[in-house]
């Protein structure tokens, strides 16, 4: 068995265009009256890996803590692509038929168009994982995020697959549980020639 870190390290990733930019600042340090380190955070709930709760487009969407585990939680398929634009009709060619969530590889430069989000849920995708730092072009002004959230797929962006093949692997991409949050960061893990679990949980 072999596990891939799959998450950007949040301080060092670049950042969506007008985001904020995430930093840790030192309250506590070790010293002769303190006797540990302690830290705060600073940092939008979207940079690095992080996944997309229906409430970032959706007015009365769920939040991050109502998204289903097993959406995060699973078998999943790498697929490598340099299509530019991801539509419908792409899926229905060359995206698989037998699973559930899928992780697009395209080094950060393919977007999907909003005919994408109805295939993949004739399909019966539960979620769609990308490269990139966000699943649509600035000029779709949210369309794609919202049709994906009516069809109920979770949206999982800005992992670093660099490391990974396309192929068959399980998926462990929990978000942190904050109540209200439209997003939430993401420690993002494959697993290849995966043994724990037996039957068809795709």
Known sequence: MKIFDI???VLGCPVFPGDPVASLERVKNID???QYNLSKIDMCLHNGTHMDAPLHFLPDGGDITEIPHEAF?????VVETDTPIITGAFVEEY???NAKRILVKSNGTSYFHESAASALADIGYILLGTDGMTVEPEESYGRTHRMF???DITLLENLDLSGV???DYFLSAAPIKISGAEAAPVRAFLVS???F???DNK
């Open 193 to 195: 020639d995966f043994i």
């Open 165 to 167: 093949k396309s192929g």
């Open 149 to 151: 959230m009516m069809n």
């Open 197 to 199: 679990w037996s039957g």
């Open 73 to 77: 939680f699973g078998p999943c398929v």
């Open 7 to 9: 998450s950007r390290e």
């Open 32 to 34: 002769g009256d303190c």
């Open 95 to 97: 995206f698989p038929r």
